[in-house]
């Protein structure tokens, strides 16, 4: 079984940079949200990969631009293939909250559009994989969030 990695991460995440675009952050996270919810944000944003299905709690990789949130949902049992990717403007984004967890470096991200909610879950340690700057990527996203959806 492959875990999370650096190399997947970057090169996911790259193949989904739109020309001229930058990733602030790149981190992995745990994304929960049904299969309505994933449809209706990748209508928002544009699905570019991979076929929905039920979902619970999935590991993905999560690149922030200025412009928009990357996701790459990865297979469970094989982190090296993709299940699905999307991506979600921050026009599109309503709202955005943070929640602290009561589990050291763990956050809970909701970002709502419309009446649908994605959560979120980004933790700043890497324990069991390779993948660089998590703590600093989180910092910077939560950060980012706070200026740009606090009301």
């Known amino acids: 079984m492959k875990s999370l990695n650096e190399k997947d991460k970057n090169e996911l ?11 602030k952050a790149k981190v992995w996270g745990c994304l929960m949200a049904d299969t309505k919810t994933l449809m209706s944000f990748a209508a928002v944003g544009g699905s570019f990969g991979g076929a929905m299905g039920a979902l619970s709690n999935e590991y993905c990789y999560v690149g922030m631009s200025n412009l928009r949130f990357v996701f790459y949902v990865m297979e469970t049992f094989d982190c090296f293939k993709v299940k699905y990717a999307f991506a979600v403007p921050f026009t599109q984004i309503d709202k955005a909250k ?39 990527g989180v910092e910077f996203i939560l950060a980012e969030l706070g200026e740009k959806f606090s009301k």
Do not use: F, M, W
């Open 98 to 136: 943070v929640k602290k967890s009561l589990l050291p470096g763990r956050h809970v991200v909701k970002i709502y559009v419309g009446k649908q909610c994605l959560k979120l879950s980004l933790v700043t340690n890497t324990i069991g994989t390779d993948i660089q700057d998590q703590k600093q």
């Open 13 to 23: 995440l790259g193949q989904a940079l739109i020309e001229g675009e930058s990733y």
